[in-house]
């Protein structure tokens, strides 16, 4: 279970599994979380479908952003994902399971129904 308390305003602590994020002006936002459970949802998907075929993964780094609509209720308008992966398996062969774990993963697919979500493969 997690905990979240907060003090003075928007201030607070996220606790879960023995660790604690600052939230609020001096910590992480809440899209900021919910931009970081999109992207790793995706990444263990991607490992899921790499693992099932076979593949190697290396190194892999994942850039998320995107942009709150100004309509009330302020859900997110898209979210942009750039994926590179390292290893010695092919770019396409790699790309393959990101656009399945893109199909496949829970988190993107939530986001799916109220955001475009674009997204971006590259081998490093």
Do not use: W
């Not at 305003?9 to 936002?29: M, R, S």
């Not at 998320?64 to 992966?85: A, F, S, W």
């Not at 396409?92 to 799916?112: G, I, N």
Request: net charge negative.
């Amino acid at each position: 279970m997690a905990l979240l308390k907060f003090h003075d305003g928007f201030n607070g602590t996220y606790d879960v599994g023995g660790q604690t994020l600052k939230i609020g002006k001096d910590g992480i936002k809440p899209y900021d979380m919910t931009y970081g459970a999109v992207a790793s949802c995706m990444y263990a998907t991607f490992l899921d479908h790499t693992n099932a075929k076979g593949l190697k993964v290396g190194d892999v780094e994942i850039y998320i952003d995107g942009r709150k609509r100004k309509e009330i209720p302020t859900t997110l308008e898209y979210v942009n994902i750039l994926m590179r992966v390292g290893g010695p398996e092919s770019a396409e062969a790699l790309k393959e399971c990101m656009d399945l774990a893109m199909r496949d993963c829970s988190m993107v697919q939530t986001v799916y129904k109220v955001s475009e979500i674009e997204y971006t493969f590259e081998k490093m």
